[in-house]
């Protein structure tokens, strides 16, 4: 079965780089970014991983917890883990699961109409309420933009704290939209400093906390 957004996300227990963790426990009232990879020494995971190493203080203002997932054993992450340190110039900071292949059945990782042994590039975007809030699967050659995932993320984080929706293109910063299920007393008392109403569905309002 599929896994789909507004799903609960599969717990697991898994060996990492960083240890034995449970995914359930390891959230602990945090977002998570659960994504995998198709198989360790691979080019393009090389540098997606070390681009979010990077990019790990960016998730950490956000609350976030980041988890890897590749299909290999835990002693082939440690020497990936150097090359990913040498070849991108940031050292591996977040957990890289080993798995058997069962968490990647469990979260539907596998299509094998691509490959029936390596996972497509999986990421899940996990709520602090352990639901899936965002899936995107990209093909095995080609590289995820994490920027977008920070963007989409900054946009759900908004919608679950001031019911706002974000429009198309929409960066951090920039003017948002009032969610319908929000009627106009309820705005006012939400955004007393007002909004702009393009049409009785279309109301525009500056960011919350810009």
């Known amino acids: 079965m599929a896994i789909l957004i507004g799903d609960t996300a599969p717990d697991f227990t898994a060996q990492t780089t960083e240890g034995e963790i449970r995914f359930h426990d390891y959230i602990d009232g945090s977002w998570a970014v ?31 917890k980041v988890l890897g997932l590749s299909v290999d054993k ?3 992450h440690e020497g990936w883990a150097r090359d990913i340190e040498e070849t991108q110039g ?31 590039r999986s990421v899940f975007v996990v709520g602090p309420d352990k639901k899936v ?10 590289g995820r933009n994490f920027d977008e995932i920070l ?23 920039e003017d948002v939209i009032i969610v319908p299920a ?3 007393e309820q705005a006012k008392e939400k955004f007393p400093e007002g909004w702009n ?6 109301r ?7």
């Open 204 to 210: 525009i309002v500056k960011q919350p906390g810009a």
């Open 151 to 173: 963007r989409v993320i900054d946009s759900l984080q908004l919608t679950a704290n001031h019911q706002v929706a974000t429009p198309v293109n929409w960066k951090n910063g």
């Open 74 to 76: 835990i002693e082939d």
């Open 34 to 64: 659960l994504f995998s990879h198709p198989k360790n020494y691979t080019p393009v995971c090389t540098t997606e991983l070390g681009y979010t190493a990077k990019l790990k203080p960016e998730f950490e203002k956000r609350g976030v």
């Open 90 to 120: 940031a050292a591996l900071n977040f957990p890289l699961i080993a798995d058997d292949g069962t968490i990647a059945r469990q979260y539907d990782m596998i299509h094998p109409n691509a490959d029936n042994t390596l996972t497509v």
């Open 182 to 184: 929000v009627t106009n």
């Open 133 to 142: 809030k965002l899936k995107l699967e990209y093909p095995a050659s080609t």
């Open 197 to 202: 109403e393009v049409k009785p569905y279309l």
